[in-house]
């Protein structure tokens, strides 16, 4: 037996969703046996679900969450079976360490989808093309009776979780929320790592050049030019907006004609493939190299309107 998925993952709903489909086809099933084993965790909003390998292989080789929405949703109402009808999302995660090639190949960024549910919020949810009926609800042929399911999230590999933002901004909300003190040490070690990951992300976007397969130069020149053209026109912009004058307003201009930043190839190459990676990299040297024209352009300008 091999788990299938490390963990389901089912988040609290912050928001009261109603829906006004009948589910007495889904209320029969309760008595059948689950289709599946689960392990659940003490805190019963995390379980593993366990396959034997014909069924993994099933999953995993033919992309069964993209490819047969008949079996997803068979699998969310066999969850509905153990947990309550009272989350907004359920996350699939693979329990392997890199997302399996089946699943790269057929996903944008190679480590996930995204199958929406329901959605009762006017202006979201949907295509501009097809938002002729933008409010809309499936969570009953998913098995939650009481319409609160919103979506389905399938992320390919456990590394997904294992983000070291995503525990540093919960800490840094549990430090606001009860009001700590940050230790003087604690703060200033974090300020060090600060300085020390500018220093790593620059290394890693020149080992990146060096291995840099150019996708489209042309593709990169134009939307570098997009970026340092168009970020001080926006910039400018929102000065007149904020009624911003003075020092303020020359921060924020030269701060607008900035090229595109480093941190961007860092994300990419955590969850885009290598071609996206390439384009990214494209862009930023594309638009640094502009900038050296474009920057003494805007300081220039910043010095004499706003000094």
């Not at 703060?187 to 060096?210: C, D, K, R």
């Not at 502009?290 to 220039?300: E, N």
């Amino acid at each position: 037996m091999k788990i299938f998925y490390k963990s389901i993952i089912l988040f609290c709903s912050i928001l009261l969703f109603f829906s006004c489909n009948s589910i007495d086809d889904l209320s029969k099933q309760e008595d059948e046996e689950l289709i599946y084993k689960y392990e659940k965790h003490k805190n019963n909003r995390v379980a593993s679900l366990i396959m034997d390998d014909v069924q993994y292989n099933d999953w995993v080789k033919n992309n069964i969450f993209k490819s047969d929405v008949e079996k997803v949703m068979k699998l969310t109402k066999d969850i509905y079976k153990e947990f309550p009808d009272k989350y907004d999302f359920i996350i699939l995660l693979l329990n392997e360490y890199e997302t399996p090639k089946s699943l790269e190949t057929t996903s944008a960024t190679g480590d996930g989808f995204f199958k929406t549910v329901s959605n009762d919020i006017n202006g979201i949810g949907c295509i501009i093309a097809q938002c002729t009926n933008p409010i809309y609800s499936n969570s009953y042929l998913f098995g939650s009776s009481e319409g609160k399911l919103k979506g389905v999230l399938h992320l390919g590999n456990r590394r997904l979780i294992k983000n070291g933002p995503i525990y540093g901004i919960i800490a840094a909300v549990l430090f606001l929320y009860f009001d700590w003190d940050v230790p003087g040490y604690l703060e200033n070690t974090t300020f060090l790592l600060t300085y020390t990951t500018i220093f790593l992300v620059l290394m890693a976007l020149g080992v990146a050049l060096t291995r840099l397969k150019v996708v489209s130069w042309t593709h990169a020149a134009i939307l570098g030019a997009v970026r340092v053209i168009l970020g001080p026109i926006i910039g400018f912009a929102l000065i007149n907006f904020l009624g911003l004058t003075g020092f303020m307003a020359g921060v924020l201009l030269i701060q607008s004609a900035m090229p595109s930043a480093i941190l961007t190839y860092l994300v990419g190459s955590m969850y885009s493939n290598k071609r996206a990676v390439d384009n990214i990299a494209s862009i930023i040297v594309s638009s640094t190299l502009m900038s050296f024209i474009t920057i003494p352009i805007v300081v220039y300008l910043s010095l004499r309107f706003f000094n």
